[in-house]
């Protein structure tokens, strides 16, 4: 069974551009969430998308949003690129939806932002 | 808000010897404490995980104990090898609501 796939796995961007990743979760996987890693930080947690919906969002500006199709992949965007903005950008799927469900992580994709 | 703090942020053992690695919670509703191995270039795996209703699991080297009184957990690696080497974080969830991370703890297996 493949594993959760991140597109792309490296993007540099400038200050002011807006940035699109994506990412593929298992099959029969219908639970994605979103998190932010950065070496002073962590894992910081962004949003899960179930069925389309947004279930939780962690606490970062409108400037990132996501969206889940009808078949579970899932996209973020961030707009107005900010330096502080550059770092591991973590998707993980889950059969189901909830902190209680194991997370299964894509390798990620690291955003630069000069 | 929910807060998960993780001690240390490094920590280098002798091969062979047993690595700790704790974390406290501030949620006292929280009752799934799962903990993940990120190795270089990849994303984090699921090595052990521990609910609320048991104090400790153990799973060949590893083990995870587990106090609600004190609002904490720990991880226990034993007989480390140089594969153990990579950054661990520890999470603590509750039902159906968002899982918080701490901030990772980076373990080197010194030869």
């Known amino acids: 069974k493949a594993g959760v796939t991140q597109t792309p796995r490296y993007l540099i961007k400038t200050r002011g551009q807006q940035v699109t990743l994506s990412c593929s979760p298992i099959?029969?996987?219908?639970?994605v969430s979103w998190y932010q890693q950065t070496p002073g930080q962590g894992l910081q947690f962004l949003f899960e998308?179930?069925?389309?919906?947004?279930?939780n969002k962690g606490n970062f500006p409108g400037r990132f949003s996501g969206r889940q199709f009808s078949n579970s992949r899932s996209e973020m965007n961030v707009s107005t690129l900010e330096l502080g903005d550059s770092a591991l950008y973590l998707c993980?799927?889950?059969?189901?939806?909830?902190?209680?469900?194991?997370?299964?992580f894509g390798a990620g994709t690291r955003l630069s932002v000069l | 808000g929910e807060n998960v703090e993780q001690h240390p942020s490094t920590l280098s053992v002798q091969e062979g010897d047993s690595a700790v690695i704790k974390c406290t919670y501030s949620d006292s509703a929280s009752n799934y404490f799962p903990w993940y191995k990120q190795e270089l270039g990849k994303g984090p795996q699921l090595i052990i995980d521990i609910r609320s209703n048991v104090g400790e699991k153990k799973d060949q080297r590893i083990a995870v104990t587990l106090n609600k009184t004190a609002k904490h957990f720990s991880l226990h690696i034993t007989e480390t090898q140089p594969e153990d080497s990579a950054v661990y974080f520890c999470a603590a969830s509750w039902e159906d609501d968002k899982i918080i991370f701490g901030k990772g703890t980076r373990l080197h297996i010194l030869p």
């Open positions: 099959s029969g996987h219908r639970s």
């Open positions: 998308y179930f069925s389309e919906t947004q279930r």
């Open positions: 993980a799927s889950s059969l189901r939806p909830g902190g209680e469900n194991i997370q299964y």
